[in-house]
């Protein structure tokens, strides 16, 4: 069998049904041996960025590992998908063809280093020189990619391996990794049940989830241990979704991405911190300082795969290494055994409720353009349930991790705040889509929609159920609040002239609306819902240095120069 065949078959045998990437010269054989393989679907982008962020959104979305396949003229542009990815861990291959290993250094067109770029932002790099080296190559991506730490695999292939035969005894699949994550791990006994006595000494523990939680699937497992050791959890940013946010025991995200005043004084209070899956990274604990770096009496837990980061961010003072679903099984079961229950935290309810009251008095809140907080509950609303929702850096972002209630623990969101780069949200909502086949949304900004603008050629090429709320305030408004905070004036680099969106949306003949203020948000977001295939919803708002999100270290700019704070 033909080394391209070979690739195929054994993506087939792994349950592979989309691939996410455009052809180039060095990829030919691979496309023509495609012809033979109808089973898995080749989805088309318009360049090679948005085609591996379209399987981060497709893996994220899922079970299974996203899978993408660039030619190798255009693989540097994947790096800020592939950047995003590593540091998500996020599970997913790379296929990239590449010229022949006899034309290597002879300055051949198309010509790079591609092990120098991307040894540094995968988790591994592999180079498949030969034909017979395809399956078990092939194998190890799956295997690295699923277990662990997970995160990109990039696994290029020289054209002339494509040609090359390949025993076709070796064409099999070991099935196990072909979802996410395959093998689970979890520490002694003995360190679970130390880790719950530290949890009975303790007066008021919380719970801080990571995006860990959600690549684990193991968010039932959280608020299932939460609820019966009775402890509040908050959320990273990434980590939305871990638990329900209408549950009682929520306290929402925390940090300075999304981190609300009620959400960030609740942690600032705990006297156990337990953070699981999450890295602790500068976004979930505003720069290391919620929690305090150094608190009297206080003690933090860690549980995460990595070891890398168990630890790396704070003084910690037990470490669970292993996967989160796991530890967190364990650690009902015994919590069970020992019958540890604690007593509910004597205000907690109440500031809950009062937090809860001030939401309600914000979202009515009148201002010349559109309030970012009666958007995004409107879009609570109307989006169905089993929808994702993509969102990029910026208004959307920020306001739906604060104020969007999740219904039900799972994945609704998938945020890009490991890097934070913008132009993320419609290849991760097209990607989510089809890991999917519910309709997704993608919350961007103007000041994103040029970095994808390329990509609504895909969605009218394939109509998905994808819907793009385009919030639009003329700038890189995150930049002018930011300059704003800095320099306590709005300095040259920021603003955009005016842009004609339904012009863009009708050369692509995709369904468009403009919201210009609060009465118009839910009738329009209703029509952009039930209209089949995709749809445009354009919403006029102020930028971030007039209307000023909930972010921490904004709010004492937001007094000085009397703007309203919504956090």
């Keep these: 069998m033909k080394g391209a065949d070979a690739i195929l078959e054994i993506l087939a045998e792994y349950s592979v049904s989309h691939v996410f990437g455009l052809i180039g010269e060095t990829s030919f054989p691979l496309y023509e041996s495609w012809t033979r393989h109808p089973e898995i679907n080749h989805i088309l982008a318009r360049d090679e960025r948005n085609a591996v962020i379209m399987a981060d959104g497709y893996s994220r979305a899922g079970k299974k590992p996203g899978i993408s396949e660039v030619p190798g003229v255009g693989a540097s542009y994947i790096l800020p998908g592939m950047v995003e990815a590593n540091n998500s861990g996020t599970p997913m291959i790379i296929l990239s063809s590449d010229i022949s290993l006899s034309s290597e250094k002879r300055n051949f067109l198309t010509e790079y280093d591609k092990s120098a770029i991307f040894r540094s932002v995968t988790k591994e790099y592999i180079s498949v020189n030969t034909g017979n080296d395809i399956p078990r190559l092939l194998r190890r991506a799956f295997r690295a990619t699923t277990t662990g730490r997970m995160g990109p695999v990039f696994v290029r292939f020289p054209i002339n391996v494509y040609e090359e035969d390949v025993p076709e005894k070796e064409i099999y699949a070991q099935g196990f990794f072909s979802t996410y994550p395959s093998l689970r791990v979890s520490p002694d006994d003995q360190l679970i049940e130390e880790f719950l006595k530290i949890i009975e000494r303790s007066s008021f523990p919380v719970i801080v ?273 930011t300059m704003l905070s800095h320099f306590d004036r709005i300095i040259p680099g920021a603003d955009f002239v005016p842009v004609d969106y339904s012009k863009i949306a009708a050369a692509h003949n995709i369904p468009y609306e403009v919201v210009q203020n609060d009465s118009e948000i839910q009738e329009k977001m209703k029509l952009a819902i039930s209209t089949p295939g995709p749809f445009i919803v354009e919403v006029v708002t102020e930028p971030e240095d007039k209307i000023v999100p909930p972010v921490p270290e904004w709010k004492s700019a937001a007094k000085r120069h009397g703007r309203e704070y919504l956090g």
């Design 209 to 481: 989830a990571g995006q860990g939680v959600l690549l684990s699937h193991g968010e039932n497992e959280l608020q299932d241990f939460a609820e019966y050791v009775n402890i509040p959890v908050g959320t990273t940013i990434s980590g939305k979704g871990a638990v329900s946010e209408e549950w009682e025991l929520s306290i929402g995200v925390v940090g300075s991405r999304g981190g609300t005043d009620f959400s960030n004084n609740v942690l600032s209070a705990a006297d156990l911190i337990i953070f699981v899956g999450t890295n602790a990274d500068s976004a979930s604990t505003s720069e290391w300082r919620n929690p305090p770096y150094f608190a009297n009496g206080r003690k933090i837990v860690h549980i995460d795969i990595s070891e890398f980061e168990l630890g790396n961010n704070y003084p910690t003072d037990l470490f669970l290494l292993g996967d989160a679903k796991l530890i967190l099984t364990k650690l009902l079961n015994k919590a069970k055994t020992a019958s540890l229950r604690r007593a509910s935290h004597s205000n907690f309810s109440d500031k809950r409720q009062e937090a809860l009251a001030i939401q309600d008095k914000l979202i009515d809140k009148k201002f010349r353009s559109t309030n970012p907080m009666r958007l995004i509950k409107v879009i609570q609303e109307v989006v169905p349930d089993s929808s994702v929702i993509a969102a990029d850096p910026g208004v959307g972002a920020i306001y739906s991790s604060a104020y969007f209630k999740i219904k039900s623990p799972g994945r609704k969101f998938i945020f890009n705040y490991s890097v934070g780069g913008l132009g993320f949200s419609l290849p991760a909502a097209i990607g989510a889509f089809f890991a999917t086949n519910k309709t997704t949304l993608s919350l961007t900004t103007d000041g994103s929609f040029g970095f994808f603008e390329g990509e609504l050629e895909t969605l009218a090429r394939y109509k998905p159920e994808v819907k793009v709320i385009l919030v639009n305030n003329g700038s890189f408004g995150w930049i002018r609040a």
